[in-house]
C-alpha cells in the first residue's frame, strides 16, 4: 500500500531565504509526483508534475526533484516571498487508474 | 478553458438531509476523481469516474455515498442521510487521459457543513 510523507509539517522562515520542503513514498512503482500549493479555505494549484522517467522539473523559482528508487521528492523554493506561504501537498499517482495519493502537507509560513 | 468548476462552493445540510456536490471537469477532460479532506486530515481518494462508468470506488463509503458521471452534465457525488462527520471539504479533479505526463487538475472544492 502505498504511503507518502511529507516532512517537516511546518516551516516558517524569513523572507528571502531558500527552503527545501521533502516527499517520501513507500512503492517506487509511480507514474507521476504532482506538487500542489493549498491556501486556507481554496483549492489546489498545481505547481509542478515530474513524471516517472524525469529526476527534476523547473518552473520559476520552484523545482522539484524525484529519486524514485530511494521513494523522495523534493521542492525547492529559492528566495521565498510572503506570497508563498501556503500549504505545499505532494501527491504520487500508482499504476491503479491514476489516483492520486496525498502526503500531509507542509504549512509553509514565510515571514517579511 | 475554463477550469474545473464545483459547485455550490459551500453547503449546509441538516443531519438526514442528502447532499448533492457537482463538478464540471475542464473541456476535453474524460477522467474525473472525488477527493475529500476531513479537517486536520489529508485529502483522501474516494472516487474515479470516466463518462457513464465507475472505474475506482475503492475510497468511497459503501452506504450513503454515491457518484455518477453522465454522457452529458456534471459529475455528481451524492451524500444520502448526511451525519455530522461528512462534514469536510470535497474536491474534484480531472485530466485528459491516463499518460505519464497529464496534470491533475482541480476544482475550488465544496465546503460541505452538516448540522
Known amino acids: 500500500k502505498q504511503e507518502v510523507t511529507q516532512i517537516p509539517a511546518a516551516l516558517s522562515v524569513p523572507e528571502g531565504e531558500n527552503l527545501v520542503l521533502n516527499c517520501s513514498f513507500t512503492?517506487?512503482?509511480?507514474?507521476?509526483l504532482q506538487w500542489f500549493r493549498q491556501d486556507p479555505g481554496k483549492g489546489l494549484t498545481s505547481l509542478l508534475l515530474i513524471q516517472s522517467s524525469q529526476r527534476e522539473q523547473t518552473s520559476g523559482r520552484l523545482n522539484a526533484s524525484l529519486d524514485k528508487s530511494s521513494g523522495r521528492s523534493t521542492l525547492y523554493i529559492a528566495a521565498s516571498q510572503p506570497g508563498d506561504s501556503a500549504t505545499y501537498l505532494c501527491a504520487v499517482s500508482n499504476n491503479q487508474g491514476g489516483k492520486l495519493i496525498f502526503g500531509q502537507g507542509t504549512e509553509l509560513s514565510v515571514k517579511p | 478553458n475554463a477550469g474545473v468548476m464545483q459547485n455550490p462552493r459551500h453547503l449546509v445540510r441538516r443531519r438526514g438531509q442528502e447532499a448533492r456536490l457537482r463538478c464540471s471537469p475542464m473541456k476535453g477532460h474524460s477522467h474525473v476523481y472525488w477527493y475529500r479532506q476531513l479537517p486536520e486530515e489529508g485529502l483522501k481518494f474516494m472516487v474515479y469516474?470516466?463518462?457513464?462508468?465507475?472505474?475506482?470506488e475503492s475510497g468511497m463509503p459503501k452506504e450513503r455515498f454515491s457518484a455518477e458521471f453522465p454522457k452529458e452534465g456534471p459529475s455528481i457525488l451524492r451524500i444520502q442521510q448526511v451525519v455530522r462527520g461528512d462534514s469536510a471539504a470535497y474536491f474534484c479533479?480531472?485530466?485528459?487521459?491516463?499518460?505519464?505526463?497529464?496534470?491533475?487538475?482541480f476544482g475550488q472544492g465544496t465546503r460541505l457543513t452538516v448540522v
Open positions: 479533479a480531472s485530466r485528459p487521459a491516463l499518460q505519464d505526463g497529464n496534470e491533475a487538475f
Open positions: 469516474l470516466q463518462k457513464e462508468n465507475i472505474i475506482d
Open positions: 512503492d517506487s512503482a509511480i507514474y507521476n
